[in-house]
């Protein structure tokens, strides 16, 4: 009987750790397909090129957020990127993180520059409009993040509503909903480009509040502006620099 027990015992250790790798194993599987489904289709991407000049393997999401280097040879990137057949789509981004200005404590935002109508195509409409508009290509503006919205009025005190809205009251925070007779409404954001020794400040409306479909707590800091808003509080060229003054050698870098 002992040794019967003792083989019931270690049978059912062997039993149980096998059930373990198991489980562990379709655990590790579900959470790849789900950062395969979630992260990759619908934000990053398979693949990232960076600049040769970049340091940091991580270039997406980083405590300190400096901007990206310059792709000054992404002209000939993107005809070879548009000749190879297992390159389904492809986007130009950038990624900086930006300084809240004119509050009494000071605080940062990652924010990710880019043509949003592009953004959308790529990745399959990732993002839904929960007040305002999304940006269209052409759009000058921000959109930030629900939950990131509250944040601010959490630790700033005022409460972002998109340019030419007003409150809505089903969305305000139960903190915010006591205050509404008070409340700190705006609808910009004045942002400096944080990192760069050319940066600019700049006053940037708030097109929309959104919220990513998938994984949204994740992405609750993250905001998202058009491509020309983030080359001006960068200190980059923008498409007005290359009308204007901007030698055609230098168009280049566009």
């Known amino acids: 009987m002992r ?20 489980l562990g194993n379709a655990t590790a599987i579900g959470m790849q397909r789900g950062v395969d489904e979630n992260i990759v289709k619908s934000f990053t991407g398979h693949i990232v090129l960076v600049s040769a000049e970049e340091q940091k393997e991580n270039v997406l999401f980083t ?5 990206l280097k310059v792709l000054p040879e992404y002209s000939s990137l993107k005809e070879a990127l548009a000749t190879q057949e297992y390159i389904k789509d492809y986007i130009p981004m950038t ?28 990745f399959g409409n990732p993002v839904a409009s929960l007040e305002g508009k999304l940006l269209t290509n052409g759009d000058h503006g921000i959109m930030v993040n629900k939950n990131g919205r509250e944040n601010l009025y959490k630790f700033q005190g005022f409460w972002l509503v998109p340019e030419g809205d007003e409150v809505k009251k089903e969305n305000l925070t139960e903190d915010a909903k006591k205050e509404l007779d008070i409340l700190d409404v705006r609808h910009f954001l004045m942002l400096g480009g944080y990192g760069e020794k050319n940066s600019t400040d700049k ?19 993250l905001t998202i502006m058009d491509i020309e808003t983030y080359r001006e509080l960068f200190g980059y060229y923008t498409a007005r620099d290359v009308v204007e003054v901007l030698p055609p050698q230098q168009q280049k870098l566009i």
């Open 3 to 22: 040794h019967k027990g003792k083989s019931i015992i270690v049978g059912t250790i062997l039993f149980l750790g096998a059930l373990i790798m198991t």
């Open 63 to 67: 405590p300190m957020a400096k901007p």
């Open 95 to 122: 990624r900086g993180g930006v300084a809240i200005l004119g509050e009494e404590q000071m605080s940062f935002m990652l924010t990710f520059g880019c043509n949003f109508d592009d953004f959308q195509r790529v």
């Open 203 to 221: 006053e940037v409306p708030v097109r929309g509040i959104i919220k990513f479909k998938s994984l949204n707590s994740v992405m609750q800091e």
